[in-house]
């Protein structure tokens, strides 16, 4: 069964995106390194003034400081790679739980205090330290904004370390997909639409979980061997196939009609198919049997469900689905149409 | 680390940054004594979960403002100084952040300003113990940085998470800092700001144990004073003829009021010979060459060993402020190096009549003097005779405050028969005046110590001293009627105190000339040494590589060239992918940035060229970022660019 998490959609507003401190490039001095830069001018000028070496040791030491700082987090960083591992079911809208590996493969430097960032990620990921030739699996929270494949491109390291005096960055690639599911609705909506099938159980004269017989048909690659009829396929010597009669009352047929007028929004069709998948997502909560029709698809998985609503794209050429008047249909129409039920 | 503990360790950085203070004393002890107690109130605060508010903030802050105009005053009037009043300011500023600190975060300010007093502090030390100090400072300076790092990405994460610990990163980078630290050493700039005079003007608040005057109104007081003035290194074969050394700083030849003084004429600047040198006297026996470094006590004066004839490598040498001593012309330097050549007899370059010296001899003296010397009459006999006596007959008292009363010359031939050097030579002058003999007193360093591991005779400031110089006729004798035994640097200590002395003297010897006292000059004698080795090495490779450079040679050498050629090649063939896209998109008007993905590259270009170019991009992803090894995909990138560029 498919449980997305709790977190209502407008909860995770801890997207990172315009976080004071991100910027644009590969270095920045932070406050501190502004700190130490102008003292070491300072240091440099008196040292210069007076030609005392003893200044000139601090001189030293101090531009060492410096020097060292931005070899060691730019060495740092150059040796990162950040992989994706996985990530739970995604749903549009809410937070996803996920894993990063990041390995280091440099042989001289640790890199600690490593914050990633992207736009998938729902909040910064803070990782401790990657010891050098060592990799560290890491948990993040994403938040994809919209259904569909989503392709991981890129993500941001930063790191102050190792004495802060600047905030280095560095983009690397990451490779990944992950098919998001639609956003989910208030389930307030969706209970409306159970209202007119609540109560009833009686034959859909559809074929669909059930007891009594709807039909024989040939075998398709796919289908479980459990409804298989073996006595017909005996007799007519080919794979038979006993097909049963949906329970309506414990059943539903969801029809998605992707036929998108184009004078209909973007933003029409998208929530038509969040409405349809908080709808499926109801239903399987309730433990109704759930059969959904989309062009060319018959699905009653409701990981598949859920996937074929993430995927499914706008067509502009009219669908005509086979419907019964126990069927649900989602569809948008042009705005002097109503949408149907 | 929890975060007091990490608050404890701030303060007690900056309570340690200030510790230096007491030993070179650019400001008074009092202030550093109360910046540690409110510092260790804080301290002791904070250690028991209180907050820093030792002090109730609203009077700190009051304090703060009224310190503006105590600022002021204090460089004006109180410590008349506007180095130690920063000084004093600082450690205010020390002071008053932790309490600050409650109502914001200042870490950046903190330890800036602990920085500060860590400046202050290694500004004004010239030992090499300043050295430890500075490492362990840095250690815990790289500590409070990582501290605070952490904490500020912490917050920037919005994150929870627990301080690493630090002291193994500490000491790793401190390890590689004191590494670039030492290379920077010897690059940096030593030009001096030739607009702005120095700030700090000289930091070494030397004193020398010379005086300008010998007052023998005032008891002295010799304190021990372990300073190096002078090292000078000479070879064994010198050493039985010229040591002890004599450094001569000044000459008294005049007295006046109970006072010996020095005759102060104009000074003469000397001829120098086009190869550098000066010559300051006559030489005549065998002589010997040596080497002195020597650091600047009394203006730019020169301590020069007695025998010195002539001095290289010094600029411009004047005569003064008294006949037969010297000085240079070397502005605003704390030392100085120089050879020097040495005879056995040195002799004024122009022979002139010396007077004998104007000390009111009276009778009583006189007839010690005849009594002393009997019936010789060759005036150095008279000399030897009458140093011989003092140094037998009379006790050296190595602190003068001991004889506990103001004493004349003649209360120190006659009656008291006690004294320190000054008294002995001023004794023995006065003796030869009764006698007629031109003598004067001469001041400057005695003796001092062989440092065997590195063969230089190191002379400090407790090795001042005073003795004679008696007149010949043609040139000045030294004499000395000071108890050899009780002369400075006499004392016997143990072998392994000499041993540590000189391990001592031989890290202070490397501190001194290759730390402190490294300047320009040795900046431009490392770069030439170093060209020059360069070209000798490069000429000895040519002597070398000359006679086999027969046709033989020509055809190893072109092979040679050929193998680096197909090197190049092979390695020019071997690129990665990145670079050969980055190629491709550069021919393109498509620069990537160090921070660009190669989408964000692909997506400057013409929709055409990125449709042409996704496939590569992709395949480069793929062996790029794969945890598998693609082995093909590079030359297939190069193939296939190689197609898109035809």
């Given amino acids: 069964m498919i449980t997305p998490p709790a977190t209502p959609h407008s909860a995770p507003s801890t997207q990172h995106s315009a976080l004071p401190w991100q910027f644009d490039g590969v270095v920045r001095l932070t406050r501190i390194g502004v700190t130490f830069v102008l003292f070491t001018v300072f240091a440099g000028f008196a040292a210069i003034n007076t030609g005392n070496n003893a200044l000139y040791i601090g001189l030293s030491f101090m531009l060492g400081a410096l020097l060292l700082s931005g070899v060691a987090s730019k060495g740092g960083l150059k040796h990162l790679s950040v992989d994706f591992e996985s990530v739970e079911e995604a749903w549009a809208g809410r937070e996803a ?62 790191t102050r370390y190792p004495f802060g005096f600047f905030l280095k960055k560095r983009r690397v690639k990451i490779r990944g997909d992950v098919v998001v599911y639609p956003r989910l609705l208030d389930a307030e909506a969706a209970r409306e639409r159970f209202r007119p099938i609540d109560g009833e159980q009686h034959s859909a004269s559809r074929p669909g979980p059930g007891s009594d017989v709807h039909a024989f048909r040939e075998y398709a690659r796919g289908d479980s061997l459990r409804h298989v009829a073996w006595k017909k396929s005996a007799s007519l010597g080919r ?28 933003d029409d069709f998208e929530q038509m198919v969040s409405e349809a998948a908080t709808f499926v997502h109801e239903a399987l909560r309730r433990g109704f049997e759930v059969v959904v029709s989309m062009p060319r698809l018959e699905l009653r998985n409701g990981r598949e469900i859920f996937r074929a609503l993430a995927l499914i794209e706008p067509v502009h050429e009219p669908f005509v689905p086979l419907v019964d008047r126990n069927s649900v249909v989602f569809a948008v129409r042009r705005s002097d149409e109503r949408k149907s039920a | 680390m929890s975060e007091r503990a990490h608050e404890i360790e701030a303060l007690a950085l900056a309570m340690f940054a200030a510790v230096p203070l007491y030993l070179t004393q650019t400001i008074g002890p009092v202030p550093i004594v109360v910046y540690h107690a409110v510092m260790l109130a804080i301290v002791l605060r904070v250690a028991a979960g209180k907050s820093a508010e030792v002090v109730p903030a609203w009077i700190m802050r009051g304090l703060a403002i009224a310190y503006i105009g105590f600022y002021a005053v204090d460089a004006a009037a109180i410590s008349r100084s506007a180095i130690a009043a920063s000084t004093h300011l600082v450690l205010f500023i020390s002071a008053y952040q932790p309490i600050e600190s409650m109502r914001r975060r200042n870490d950046a300010q903190r330890l800036l300003i602990t920085a500060l007093i860590f400046t202050a502090s290694i500004a004004s030390a010239t030992h090499v113990s300043i050295l430890p100090f500075v490492i362990v400072f840095a250690f815990f300076f790289f500590r409070q940085l990582m501290h605070v790092a952490h904490r500020d990405t912490i917050a920037a994460a919005a994150a929870t998470a627990p301080e690493l610990p630090s002291s193994r990163a500490a000491g790793f980078y401190l390890g590689a800092t004191s590494a670039a630290a030492l290379m920077l050493f010897p690059l940096l700039p030593r030009v001096r700001n030739p607009i702005v005079p120095g700030l700090a003007g000289s930091l070494t608040n030397a004193s020398t144990g010379l005086s300008e005057v010998i007052d023998l109104n005032n008891q002295r007081t010799i304190s021990s004073d372990t300073t190096v003035v002078s090292r000078v290194t000479m070879g064994r074969d010198a050493m039985p003829f010229f040591t002890p050394l004599r450094l001569r700083g000044a000459v008294y030849d005049r007295f006046r009021n109970n006072q010996w003084l020095q005759a102060r004429r104009e000074f003469l600047p000397l001829d120098m010979s086009p190869n550098g040198s000066v010559r300051i006297a006559r030489d005549s026996g065998f002589t010997r060459h040596a080497f002195a470094q020597q650091r600047f006590v009394t203006g730019t004066r020169l301590f020069l060993p007695v025998g010195t004839y002539q001095i290289d490598g010094v600029p411009q040498v004047y005569e003064g402020p008294t006949r037969d001593t010297y000085m240079v012309w070397q502005p605003r330097t704390d030392s100085i190096l120089y050879d020097l050549r040495m005879a056995r007899d040195v002799a004024p370059l122009t022979v002139r009549r010396v007077p004998v010296s104007n000390y009111p001899v009276t009778p009583p003296i006189t007839s010690m003097a005849r009594r002393i010397v009997g019936n010789h009459t060759d005036p150095m006999t008279q000399a030897a005779d009458i140093e011989r006596y003092l140094s037998t007959n009379f006790q050296y008292v190595p602190d003068p405050s001991k004889i506990g009363r103001r004493m004349t010359v003649d209360d120190f031939l006659l009656h008291e028969r006690r004294g320190h050097c000054e008294y002995f030579a001023a004794g023995m002058v006065a003796l030869m005046s009764a006698l007629g003999t031109p003598a004067r007193i001469v001041g400057g360093f005695y003796g001092g110590k062989l440092n065997p591991l590195t063969g230089w005779f190191v002379l400090r400031r407790e090795d001042a001293h005073a003795w004679v110089e008696v007149y010949d006729g043609a040139a000045w004798r030294t004499f000395d009627p000071t108890p050899a035994s009780l002369r400075p640097g006499a004392g016997q200590g143990g072998l392994l105190g000499m041993y540590a002395s000189a391990i001592g003297d031989s890290i202070n010897y490397f501190w001194d000339r290759r730390i402190l006292t490294y300047g320009l000059a040795d900046q431009l004698r490392f770069f030439v040494d170093s060209f020059e080795s360069a070209r000798d090495a490069l000429r000895a490779v040519k002597l070398r590589v000359q006679p086999v450079f027969t046709m033989h040679g020509a055809a190893i050498a072109a092979a040679m060239m050929a193998v680096v050629a197909l090197l190049y090649l092979f390695a020019w063939q071997r690129r990665p992918a990145f670079a050969l896209l980055r190629e491709h998109l550069a021919r393109r008007g498509v620069e990537v940035g160090s921070a660009m993905t190669m989408e964000e590259a692909l997506g400057r270009l013409p929709a055409d060229d990125a449709a042409a170019l996704a496939p590569l991009i992709s395949l480069y992803e793929r062996e790029r970022f794969s945890a598998h090894v693609s082995r093909g995909a590079r030359a297939e990138i190069r193939r296939r660019l190689a197609a898109l560029a035809s």
């Fill in chain 1, 239 to 266: 794979w038979i196939i006993k097909q049963t009669e949906l329970e309506a009352g414990r059943a539903v047929h969801v029809v998605v009609d992707p036929y998108k007028p184009r004078s209909v929004s973007d």
């Fill in chain 1, 97 to 158: 739980h996920g894993r990063l590996r990041v390995a280091n493969r440099s042989r001289i430097w640790n890199v600690r205090d490593l914050i990633l960032t992207s736009s998938e990620l729902a909040a910064p990921v803070f990782v401790g330290i990657v010891g050098r030739r060592r990799d560290v699996h890491v948990d993040a929270t994403f938040l994809f904004h919209r259904r569909g494949l989503v392709q991981l491109n890129s993500i941001d390291l930063y």
